[in-house]
C-alpha cells in the first residue's frame, strides 16, 4: 500500500521559515515525479514545485521562485520543501504527490500538512 505522510507545517510569521517533509512508503519514490501542491481555503489547489527522480531538475511556480526549495533523498524515501521569506498569501495546506507523469492524473498524494503564515 502506497502512502505519503507531509511533516513540517505550522504557523510562522511572515519573513519566517518553515521545512516540509514527505515521506513515501510502498513505492520506490525514485522512479517517480514528485511535486508539492498547495491548497488555501476557497481556492483551488495548485502546483507548487517539482522534482524529477534524480533530484537534478527542478521546477518552481512563478509565485515561490527564488523563496521555495524542493529536494529529495531517495535513499531515505523523501522529498523536502524549503521554505523561506514566507508571505500570508503562502497560507495553505500543503500536499505532496507522486506520480510518474508531470500532470499528477494518477498520482498518490499524501494527507497535507498546514502552514499558516500571519503578518
Known amino acids: 500500500q502506497v502512502q505519503l505522510v507531509e511533516s513540517g507545517g505550522g504557523s510562522v510569521q511572515a519573513g519566517g521559515s518553515l521545512s516540509l517533509s514527505c515521506a513515501a512508503s510502498?513505492?520506490?519514490?525514485?522512479?517517480?515525479?514528485v511535486g508539492w501542491f498547495r491548497q488555501a481555503p476557497g481556492k483551488e489547489r495548485e502546483f507548487v514545485a517539482g522534482?524529477?527522480?534524480?533530484?537534478?531538475?527542478?521546477v518552481y511556480a512563478d509565485s515561490v521562485k527564488g523563496r521555495f526549495t524542493i529536494s529529495r533523498d531517495n535513499i531515505k524515501n523523501r522529498v523536502y520543501l524549503q521554505m523561506n521569506s514566507l508571505k500570508p498569501e503562502d497560507t495553505a495546506v500543503y500536499y505532496c504527490?507522486?506520480?510518474?507523469?508531470?500532470?499528477?492524473?494518477?498520482?498518490?498524494w499524501g494527507q497535507g500538512t498546514q502552514v499558516t503564515v500571519s503578518s
Open positions: 504527490a507522486a506520480d510518474s507523469s508531470w500532470n499528477f492524473k494518477s498520482a498518490y
Open positions: 522534482i524529477i527522480w534524480s533530484g537534478i531538475s527542478a
Open positions: 510502498g513505492v520506490i519514490f525514485s522512479s517517480y515525479r
